[in-house]
C-alpha cells in the first residue's frame, strides 16, 4: 500500500513518481516493482544533502547545504527542492548550475520541513 507523499523509482528507467493519493496498488515501471525511496536525514559523505530551512521575512529560504552548498554539477545535482508548510507542498525543480536554494514565498505555518532530491545520492528531508 502506498502513502501520499512517498516517491519512488523505477532502477531499470529511472522514472520517478511521488505518490499524490494513497492506494492499495503496487507501483511497477519496466515491468517491475519500483523501489521506494527512504528520506534520509543524517550525512554521510562531504556533500551536504539535509535541507536546512532559515524562516525569512518573505517566507522561508531553502539551501541544501547550510554553510557549503551541494555540487549542482551535470552529472551530479539537486534534482528539486520541496517544502512542506501546514501540509501545503511547495516545489521548485532546478538544473545543473543553478543554486541549490529555493526562496518560497509563503505564509509562515507551524509543521513546516523540506525535502530534496539528488541525482546521485537520493531523497533527503530535513530534521
Known amino acids: 500500500m ?46 551536504k544533502h539535509v535541507p536546512f530551512i532559515q524562516e525569512v521575512t518573505e517566507g522561508y529560504l531553502v539551501k541544501v547545504g547550510e554553510n557549503i552548498f551541494h555540487p549542482m554539477e551535470e552529472k551530479h545535482y539537486i534534482e528539486w527542492i520541496e517544502l512542506v508548510v501546514d501540509g501545503m507542498v511547495f516545489k521548485k525543480y532546478l538544473n545543473p548550475g543553478d543554486k541549490p536554494e529555493v526562496l518560497f514565498k509563503v505564509d509562515k505555518g507551524k509543521e513546516v520541513y523540506a525535502r530534496e532530491y539528488c541525482n546521485v545520492h537520493g531523497l533527503w528531508r530535513s530534521k
Open 2 to 47: 502506498t502513502k501520499s507523499g512517498q516517491v519512488y523509482k523505477c532502477e531499470i528507467c529511472g522514472n520517478i513518481v511521488e505518490v499524490i493519493h494513497a492506494g492499495e496498488g503496487i507501483l511497477v515501471c519496466c515491468g517491475q516493482s519500483m523501489t521506494l525511496l527512504e528520506e534520509k536525514t543524517a550525512e554521510s559523505s562531504q556533500e
